[in-house]
């Protein structure tokens, strides 16, 4: 891997994981997701980007098995999809709230579990990795949680040294990261949805991680780097799910809605 550095963005971001509901088909779930309820949440003012991540349904999980780290994703904790949301100002969460009112009332109509992760502002990382024109053909989005016992400082620690590696590694042609803060349920308590999250299941970071195909992403997880990388996280991490990303939709960009979403 080599040692250069791209030009980095520090962006008030928050994600919001996402389960369908399972008294319908999943499809018609996240049918509903990319359409009318896109629509909702991307009439938000405030916002500089909105993006719909998509998740594959069978997520047995990407990353190498590693001692000691659940790699394996648990089936009845798999995520649907996440709702990365990126804000124009630390200011900018307060605009929307009549059009997060109307998002609360329609999420009963596709999800049975939301929950938002946020990190404190300039937490999040979006790293310009990709050459002008080059297009991600394939992505994985990878959620870290924190060993227990170790301390916030060392994980962002590792988690900024995991981020420097990946970005100049030259593999990639996407990464985001983010570092959460503590989860906290009043952030995202809607209605008449599920947002039990037991502090054994919650996660600490995330990484977006896109490659130009999908053969350069299956041979990024069995790569030796990866292994290493994955040893030297063991130590502060008790688990990373690795998921199979479908599709990346993007409906708000440099803080206009589109017309259509762009992949």
């Given amino acids: 891997m080599t ?23 999943r499809q018609t779930g996240m049918d509903h997701w990319k359409g009318p309820h896109s629509k909702i949440i991307s009439a938000t003012p405030g916002f500089d980007e909105y993006r719909q991540i998509h998740l594959a349904e069978h997520n047995p999980g990407l990353w190498p098995t590693t001692p000691g780290v659940e790699t394996a994703i648990p089936a009845d904790r798999r995520i649907d999809g996440v709702a990365e949301v990126t804000f124009r100002s630390v200011l900018s969460p307060l605009l929307g709230r009549k059009q997060t009112a109307l998002a609360y ?54 988690i900024g040294s995991l981020a420097g590696s990946l970005a100049g590694s030259g593999l990639l042609r996407e990464l985001r990261t983010q570092v959460f803060m503590p989860w906290n349920e009043k952030l995202w308590d809607t209605p008449n949805v599920a947002h ?68």
């Fill in 3 to 25: 040692t250069t550095q791209p030009p980095t963005k520090k962006p008030f971001a928050s994600s919001i994981l996402l389960w369908m509901r399972n008294d319908q088909p």
């Fill in 105 to 158: 009332k329609d999420e009963i109509n596709v999800f049975r579990r939301t929950l938002l992760y946020a990190g404190p502002p300039s937490s999040a990382r979006w790293y310009d990795v990709a050459v002008p024109g080059e297009k991600v053909g394939a992505r994985a989005l990878v959620y870290l949680r924190k060993r227990e016992g170790v301390t916030t400082g060392a994980f962002r620690k590792r």
């Fill in 196 to 263: 039990d999250n037991p502090a054994d299941q919650r996660f600490h970071a995330s990484l977006v991680l896109g490659f130009p195909d999908h053969a350069a992403r299956a041979a990024f997880f069995e790569s030796p780097e990866v292994a290493s990388l994955s040893g030297a996280l063991a130590p502060v991490v008790s688990a990373i799910h690795a998921y199979d990303v479908t599709d990346a939709l993007t409906y708000v960009k440099n803080g206009k809605e589109l017309l259509h979403y762009e992949r």
